[in-house]
């Protein structure tokens, strides 16, 4: 097996890569925005454009590269309701869609205690216990003629085979519906009469079967192309290190969210205020967890562009204490409830300024995730902010630990998927060289106190 196909759908962008499973490299990609149809009944997402995106993907690289199995990535706080041909029931809604809130007093009386679920209480659809309460109570009809909830990886791939699975990952992040002390659905699925609609629990390394026969003459794919049962992206990313590396360790994936997994750290420290939670890792493992939506807010304030200010630009921002204070996204992360604050009028801030004091924040914010976790030992950045020494040098310097960028080529969230068709077993060769101290990191680990000290005294001078 060399060349394999990967399905990996984030928030912002859908994607098909394919990935040399000898190397770990990605070699072909194509992308599409993951676009939200803003009409009725709620706003969802354009599943049958996807579809269509991925069709002609998979046509066009099998051709080219002779794929040898498809699997499946996909970000969170999302399910399909499918009836038992396989059609949609109701609209795969967008967990950014605030709909479930109006419902939220009335959740709130069934939505099991924190430590049962290990899910903090999200606002919108991000807890996905909270968006099926709300299908099931304005669509009651379409939810009863559904004969499955299938987690997002899932769907597509029973889209792909025809095969229903459930799988831990997904049921295991912020979702509300899983009992981590007991190893089963949560009493939120009894209550709403729902355990029956799950299919039965598949790991996410299994095959599920091959593609549909009539697909497969439609794609070019030969008759045994098998199809993995897929994974959620946050524990894509951390796969690779899962089956490498000895915790404690913590991963900090990062895309439109920062999500930053503890292998090895502390659950007494999660705070269900602060956005902090449970993942399940690919091997069936608790996994201490914090986030925050750290890459839109990079996007928000900077245009998305990564740059490296010039040394005197960061000398003025750490001598200055020219920073920004949380929260640019309110509603989640560390600091839910505090509104963005910055020392000086940010529209004075020349672009390279504005860039390094926003790559600090970034590092701090993931700094804070990282004590709520209960991280220990070195601290690998997956991702764009893998290439921003600015977040990097100060995210080292605030914790005072190792900070590995990028880990090398064999990792992220298509190579992660990847390595399921290798199966449990795999052991990725991964660079684990550790950057060194930025030259002003004394300097950096003032700037970090005064600004923690700072999102304390909300009302201090900076």
């Excluded at 519906?177 to 659905?185: A, H, I, K, N």
Aim: hydrophobic share 40%; with cysteine.
């Amino acid at each position: 097996m060399s060349h394999v196909g990967v399905i990996d759908i984030g928030k912002t962008n859908a994607k098909f890569a394919v990935v040399d499973t000898e190397t770990l490299r990605e070699i072909a990609v194509r992308t599409r925005p993951n676009t939200v149809i803003e009409s009725p009944p709620y706003p969802h997402f354009d599943i049958e454009g996807i579809w269509d995106f991925l069709k002609s993907a998979i046509a066009e690289f099998n051709a080219r590269y002779r794929l040898s199995a498809l699997t499946i990535t996909t970000h969170g706080a999302t399910a399909a309701l499918v009836d038992e041909a396989g059609e949609l029931t109701l609209p795969v809604l967008d967990y950014e869609h605030d709909g479930p809130d109006g419902d939220r007093g009335d959740y709130d009386v069934i939505a099991p205690p924190f430590a049962e679920t290990l899910t903090p209480r999200l606002p919108a659809g991000l807890n996905l216990g909270a968006q099926l309460f709300h299908l099931q109570r304005h669509w009651p009809q379409a939810v009863a003629r559904t004969s499955a909830i299938l987690t997002y990886p899932q769907y597509w791939a029973h889209r792909l085979t025809g095969a229903a699975a459930s799988e831990l990952t997904s049921l295991g992040c912020h979702t509300g519906l899983w009992d981590f002390e007991r190893g089963d659905f949560s009493s939120l699925v009894d209550a709403m009469g729902i355990r029956d609609k799950f299919p039965p629990l598949r790991s996410a390394f299994d095959v599920l079967g091959t593609v549909r026969p009539v697909l497969a003459k439609e794609l070019g794919l030969g008759d045994e192309v098998p199809i993995h049962c897929g994974i959620h992206d946050s524990n894509a990313s951390l796969l690779p290190h899962v089956l490498t590396t000895q915790p404690p360790f913590a991963v900090v994936s990062t895309g439109t969210w920062v999500v930053v997994c503890a292998p090895g750290g502390a659950l007494d420290g999660l705070d269900e205020t602060r956005d902090c939670l449970a993942n399940i890792d690919a091997l069936g493992r608790t996994v201490p967890s914090a986030r925050f939506m750290g890459g839109r807010e990079f996007s928000l304030l900077t245009g998305g562009e990564i740059c490296e200010p010039e040394d005197a630009v960061t000398e003025r921002v750490l001598r200055d204490r020219i920073v920004l204070l949380p929260s640019v996204q309110t509603g989640s992360g560390p600091f839910p409830q505090s509104i963005a604050r910055w020392s000086l009028p940010s529209d004075d801030l020349d672009a390279a300024t504005r860039h390094c004091v926003v790559s600090f924040y970034l590092a701090l914010m993931t700094a804070e995730c990282l004590a709520l976790a209960g991280a220990r030992g070195p601290v690998i950045v997956e991702g764009p902010f893998g290439r921003n020494r600015s977040y990097l040098d100060m995210l080292g310097a605030a914790t005072g630990r190792p900070v590995i960028a990028n880990a090398g080529n064999a990792t992220g969230t298509s190579i992660g998927a990847a390595l399921l068709t290798l199966g449990p077993q795999a052991r990725p060769n991964l660079d684990y060289t550790a950057l060194p101290p930025a030259a002003n990191a004394g300097q950096m680990a003032l700037y970090a106190k005064a600004w923690r000290q700072a999102v304390d005294h909300p009302f201090a001078p900076i």
